[in-house]
């Protein structure tokens, strides 16, 4: 009798041990430790950017305004309607990514005030906005510089203003589109480079004529 009451007063312990053992570990599995290590403040906020893109909510669409800000030291294209600052995205450059574009083949983004000039949906690279570039300020240069004639000069500054595309077949370069296929280098000809999902909520979201600032 008292053999078997000292084997259910130790089964009793054991059992105890092992749910208390059970509630610690439930514990810390809520917190920000995996495999015994700390997660960092950065992966903490990495985590909670990813659920928050995640669960952001769709586009209230036509935009009041939509305009387009490039901060390429920072990677990073801002979509605005008006002064409302309504997504940020990360991006990819050129493989020169500092300075501004000077000629055709230099791998550089360029640097200024453009606008949207063509929306593409079968573009090579998921879907494209095409950027204004060279513009009037690009054909002033080209032309001081010899880099362009006087009447490839006068074509750039008439499309700039009639708002069109402007020539890409110069020695300054063209062809500079915001487009998909990943952000995660700069690894582009000179073109911003968005993530899939991200390029096709801003080529949603903006329409031909739209502002693109791009700042060094």
Request: with cysteine; hydrophobic share 40%; proline share 6%.
């Amino acid at each position: 009798m008292l053999m078997g009451f000292r084997r259910f007063k130790t089964a009793g312990l054991l059992s105890a041990l092992v749910a208390a053992t059970f509630a610690v570990l439930l514990a810390f599995s809520g917190s920000t430790r995996h495999d015994g290590i700390a997660a960092s403040p950065q992966t903490v906020a990495a985590r909670a950017s990813i659920e928050d893109t995640a669960v952001r909510s769709p586009l209230k669409l036509p935009l009041a305004r939509p305009r387009i800000v490039v901060e390429k030291a920072a990677r990073r294209l801002t979509l605005y309607a008006g002064d409302e600052r309504l997504r940020v995205y990360r991006v990819g450059l050129g493989t020169s990514p500092v300075g501004d574009k000077v000629r055709s083949g230099d791998r550089r983004t360029p640097e200024g005030e453009f606008f949207v000039c063509v929306k593409n949906e079968r573009s090579a690279f998921y879907l494209s906005l095409g950027i204004s570039y060279p513009d009037e300020r690009a054909a002033e240069r080209g032309l001081r510089d010899g880099l362009i004639t006087r009447a490839q000069y006068r074509r750039i500054m008439n499309a700039a203003r009639r708002k069109r595309t402007p020539p890409w077949d110069t020695a300054l370069g063209g062809e500079i589109f915001i487009h998909g296929r990943g952000a995660s280098s700069d690894w582009t000809w000179g073109c911003i480079a968005l993530e899939d999902e991200d390029i096709k909520e801003l080529f949603d979201a903006v329409p031909v004529g739209t502002p693109v600032r791009i700042e060094p």
